[in-house]
């Protein structure tokens, strides 16, 4: 329980800020990132001991491969008895005050947060013997903690490929406030979190096992939140997922007919036709995709190639701040009579792979599973069994809502 190292960061930047990491009582990773000038100046320390006695953090986490359509499907039974809508008083992700019962951030405040996922789908502490082989043969203790795969002659005999899920999941606490959004956060701790996804993909990329690093933040009971306090969360995969997977293919296919950049020419199109455009800066392009699947689904898109969050420069990043906190308040206007939309923020990044990342460029999806005033779109037969999407709407009625609204104070 002690700190790793604490540094100031982007000293002669337009937006300075500081990382301080620690190490939890169960050998978990934290890491404050503050913008806040009094810690910036010294006269404010955040607290790096956890008064917590907790036992060192394990799991057995799995993927396996499904011979029929080649997906890799993780297995992490430890979750089915994670934390589930404690009341506020219980909050894990509070800061931890005096006389009160700890909780995962010692501080008694913060700005910004991350840490390692107590309740891991891909961890990097295995409690069992691991292997980099993906056929898992002669490895022990596999499987998801119920079922040993080494008395599996299917998963044995190569069948289905499968491996310890070796790759890091982390939390990130936006605000100490239970009752906050990320819409009213202000526009500078908007950017402070811009940095810590920055920070944090630039370190996830670098462990060997990790091919695609991903932020994104779950809201609202309707998508399946566990935790009423605000919060996103950076997964980093031990493989490259279906999306990702599927956008470097339709990329590198473009490229090797049409000889150009499929983001660069998508990007242009929108652009020109214009009908989906909800606003432009210096830097990004907010629109409705032209085959979006969800009836409230956009886009944020920068206009130049970017593969990831660390290779922003720091003029985009200062421009992207704004923009999402202008997004983000729209989306609560969407429906009359709902103040609190229910949405996935997706942030897609390109593979740490290098043969795959001039392919995919850094973008926003940002959907919700509402598809009018507190009715939601139900992933039914189609779209469940055969993966055969229909929508109740159209991009260019969504993108037309957003303008509407885009502006309104």
């Not at 001991?49 to 039974?77: C, F």
């Not at 526009?187 to 996804?197: D, L, P, Y």
């Not at 189609?382 to 009625?397: A, C, L, Q, V």
């Amino acid at each position: 329980m002690n700190s790793v190292s604490g540094e100031r960061l982007n000293k002669n930047s337009d937006h300075p800020y500081s990382v301080t990491s620690m190490t939890l009582a169960d050998g978990r990773e934290l890491i404050y990132f503050d913008d806040d000038p009094k810690v910036l100046n010294g006269a404010v320390t955040r607290t790096l001991t956890d008064s917590r006695e907790l036992p060192h953090a394990k799991t057995d986490s799995e993927i396996r491969r499904d011979p029929l359509s080649g997906k890799w499907v993780a297995y992490a039974s430890h979750r089915m008895n994670r934390t589930f809508m404690p009341p506020a008083n219980e909050d894990p992700l509070a800061p931890t005050i005096p006389d009160h019962l700890p909780t995962e951030i010692p501080s008694p405040d913060y700005d910004v947060v991350v840490f390692e996922n107590r309740f891991p789908s891909f961890s990097m502490h295995m409690s069992r013997t691991s292997s980099t082989e993906g056929n898992g043969g002669g490895t022990d203790k596999r499987g998801t903690g119920q079922h040993s795969a080494d008395d599996d002659a299917l998963l044995d005999n190569g069948m289905v490929p499968h491996r310890p899920a070796i790759a890091r999941c982390e939390v990130i606490c936006f605000t100490p406030d239970i009752s906050g959004s990320f819409k009213d956060l202000p526009v500078s701790r908007i950017r402070t979190v811009i940095e810590a996804w920055a920070h944090r993909t630039k370190a996830l990329s670098a462990i060997p096992e990790v091919r695609h690093v991903y932020p994104f933040e779950n809201r609202g009971e309707e998508i399946g939140v566990t935790l009423q306090h605000p919060h996103g969360q950076i997964y980093s995969y031990p493989e490259i997922p279906p999306r990702i997977r599927n956008i470097v293919q339709s990329s590198k296919k473009y490229r090797e007919e049409n000889g150009s950049d499929l983001f660069a020419d998508l990007l242009s199109a929108e652009i020109e036709e214009g009908t989906r455009i909800i606003d432009c800066t210096d830097h990004f392009v907010v629109f409705v995709p032209a085959a979006a699947k969800w009836p409230l689904e956009v886009m944020v898109m920068p206009r130049r190639s970017v593969p990831d969050f660390d290779a922003l420069s720091q003029e985009e990043r200062a421009d992207l701040a704004p923009l999402l906190k202008k997004l983000y308040t729209a989306v609560d206007k969407f429906f009359d009579g709902v103040e609190r939309t229910p949405y996935i923020a997706s942030w897609n990044q390109a593979p740490t792979v290098p043969e795959d990342r001039d392919y995919v460029r850094l973008h926003l999806q940002l959907f919700s599973l509402m598809r009018s005033p507190h009715r939601l779109k139900y992933l039914a037969g189609s779209e469940s069994g055969m993966g055969f999407w229909i929508n109740d709407t159209t991009p260019e009625r969504i993108a037309q809502r957003f303008r509407e609204i885009w502006d309104d104070k």
